[in-house]
């Protein structure tokens, strides 16, 4: 059964850090491409970025280049988002996504998606 559990999700204000974690289970995370995703409030999904399978090749979206790092630890099946510099516009529920075809910005197909996590960023 796949799986991907978001966590680290929370309440902060602005110009704080969180870091968001997502463990992978039920298939060969280490042939998979990672992907965050998020969804303000009553908007539609947003690509955030995008991690290759190895985790040495990265790409973002401008709203969060220079503020985000994305990363993953193969060994422990889990993803990252490093969040800083989190700004009121920040605020949705972040998805993690995997999928196995080429690492692509922007992608917004996958074949796997979690439940999310909520990041409230609000002073």
């Known amino acids: 059964q796949v799986q991907l559990v978001e966590s680290g999700g929370g309440l902060v204000q602005p110009g704080d850090s969180l870091r968001l974690s997502c463990a992978a289970s039920?298939?060969?995370?280490?042939?998979?491409?990672m992907y965050w995703v998020r969804q303000a409030p009553g908007k539609g999904l947003e690509w955030v970025s995008g991690i290759s399978a190895g985790g040495l090749t990265a790409y973002y979206a401008d709203s969060v280049s220079g503020r985000f790092t994305t990363s993953r630890d193969n060994a422990k099946n889990t993803v990252y988002l490093q969040m800083n510099i989190l700004k009121p516009e920040d605020t949705a529920v972040y998805y993690c996504?995997?999928?196995?075809?080429?690492?692509?910005?922007?992608?917004?197909?996958?074949?796997?998606r979690g439940q999310g996590t909520q990041v409230t960023v609000s002073s």
């Open positions: 039920g298939f060969a995370f280490n042939d998979y491409r």
């Open positions: 996504t995997a999928d196995r075809r080429n690492l692509v910005r922007g992608r917004m197909e996958f074949d796997y």
